[in-house]
T-cell receptor, first 115, second 113 residues
Framework: DAMVIQNPRYQVTQFGKPVTLSCSQT?????MYWYQQKSSQAPKLLFH???????NEADTPDNFQSRRPNTSFCFLDIRSPGLGDTAMYLC??????????????FGPGTRLTVL | QQPVQSPQAVILREGEDAVINCSSS?????VHWYRQKHGEAPVFLMI?????EQKGHEKISASFNEKKQQSSLYLTASQLSYSGTYFC??????????????FGTGTRLTIIP
């Protein structure tokens, strides 16, 4: 089945220790998104890719970086995690709709805990 | 600015109806609705494009009033499986080519037997 996969599902890291989260997709979608979702809050967009074009949200901390080496894979790097970065990180993909937002398919998420 | 949803939470008995509202301060091109069960990823329900259309998906339907920048989600004869948090996602009208949503504040729906 075509799907969006995230690894790891759970990650515990220490304050300041870099961490990388991965997302892969078999849907062949050209748009990929990274969201941060804190407890009882809505998903908040960190950045997204349209093919290889990177779009960073203005309020995404510099601490958060991303790479998309090919259509199928996308990575979220948190260079120096703080306690406030504890959250669920969601990856989503969609097929381009001619410049407009299409249905998004979400992965199961990575629950990150910073101690 | 984040769209505001109302109510924040609602508890219904199985078989009852519910309406969830989403209101934006900006002119919208589209509204998307998602449902998220506890500990799971959001799941797409439907997209509404400007033009005042109404869409349906079994017993779940929605409307979009672009003049008021509002959308409503209607759940008819609710089932236990409808429990979860509902999010609207709004796409700004002037944002062509930017392909992103801003999710609303969320509405937690609990269906009890």
């Amino acid at each position: 089945d075509a799907m969006v996969i995230q690894n790891p599902r759970y990650q515990v890291t220490q304050f300041g220790k870099p961490v990388t989260l991965s997302c892969s997709q078999t849907l062949n979608h050209n748009v990929m998104y990274w969201y941060q979702q804190k407890s009882s809050q809505a998903p908040k967009l960190l950045f997204h890719y349209y093919d290889k074009d990177f779009n960073n949200e203005a309020d995404t901390p510099d601490n958060f970086q991303s790479r998309r080496p090919n259509t199928s894979f996308c990575f979220l790097d948190i260079r120096s995690p703080g306690l406030g970065d504890t959250a669920m990180y969601l990856c989503a993909t969609s097929r381009d709709l001619g410049g407009r937002v299409n249905e998004q398919f979400f992965g199961p998420g990575t629950r990150l805990t910073v101690l | 600015q984040q769209p505001v949803q109302s109510p924040q939470a609602v508890i219904l008995r199985e078989g009852e109806d519910a309406v969830i509202n989403c209101s934006s301060s900006k002119a919208l091109y589209s509204v998307h609705w998602y449902r998220q069960k506890h500990g799971e990823a959001p799941v797409f329900l439907m997209i509404l494009l400007k033009g005042g259309e109404q869409k349906g998906h079994e017993k779940i339907s929605a409307s979009f009033n672009e003049k008021k920048q509002q959308s409503s989600l209607y759940l008819t004869a609710s089932q236990l499986s409808y429990s979860g948090t509902y999010f609207c996602g709004t796409e700004i009208g002037s944002n062509f080519g930017n392909e992103k949503l801003t999710f609303g504040t969320g509405t937690r729906l609990t269906i009890i037997p």
